[in-house]
């Protein structure tokens, strides 16, 4: 039987949640992706509360002339400063599923640019 991508994605995203949980010290970044947006939310997973969130549709985030891999680094670098403003500044990393290149990565680097430790 073969698996559809987005059978296959739910399956790895599963099998990530198993081990990486956010803790109040260290939250989870989680990451998700459509065709046009990316979204990033850092949540403490013990007491169930989204500490800080950012995505591509945000007001601040400039997109007129910028690729989609340009953007997600946009929305890391955002989501790293609200954390880091809320006092959060290591975090786990939750790549939803998704394969760790692209838009994904470019999101990655944009925190850790702006000073998240993962």
Known sequence: MALTKYERRIRIKNRIRKVVSGTETRPRL???RSNKEI???I???VNGK???AASSRDKDIDTAK???SEVAALVGKAVAEKALKAGVDAIAFDRGGYLYHGR???LADGAREAGLKF
Do not use: C, E, F, G
Request: aromatic share 12%; charged share 20%.
């Open 43 to 45: 949540v403490d997973d």
């Open 66 to 68: 910028a690729t989609k």
């Open 50 to 52: 989204t500490i800080a």
């Open 104 to 106: 994904v990565k470019s």
């Open 30 to 32: 989680s990451v998700y």
């Open 39 to 41: 979204y990033a939310q």
